[in-house]
């Protein structure tokens, strides 16, 4: 990922973080960030799991529409 950027090039954005944040800013940032991946990660793996819950939930609403439907059909 970081790959072409190099040591230089991590010294050289760790120097331009310190100077644009403060000292004092750049721990709450790096809070913040990864609180954010993890909410981010959370959110994924439960939208991954959802589905399966989801299928049988929609089986269950169709079939229950099906039958709605049958009775408002005239015999």
């Not at 944040?21 to 991946?37: D, I, N, Q, S, Y």
């Not at 799991?49 to 169709?62: H, L």
């Amino acid at each position: 990922m970081l790959g072409g950027i190099g040591t230089p090039g991590i010294i050289l954005l760790v120097i331009l973080a310190l100077l644009l944040f403060g000292p004092h800013k750049l721990p709450e940032l790096g809070r913040a960030v990864g609180r954010t991946f993890r909410e981010f990660k959370a959110g994924a793996s439960e939208i991954m799991e959802t589905p399966k819950a989801k299928d049988s939930e929609v089986q269950q609403a169709d079939a229950t529409r099906n039958e709605q439907d049958n009775k408002r059909l005239p015999e």
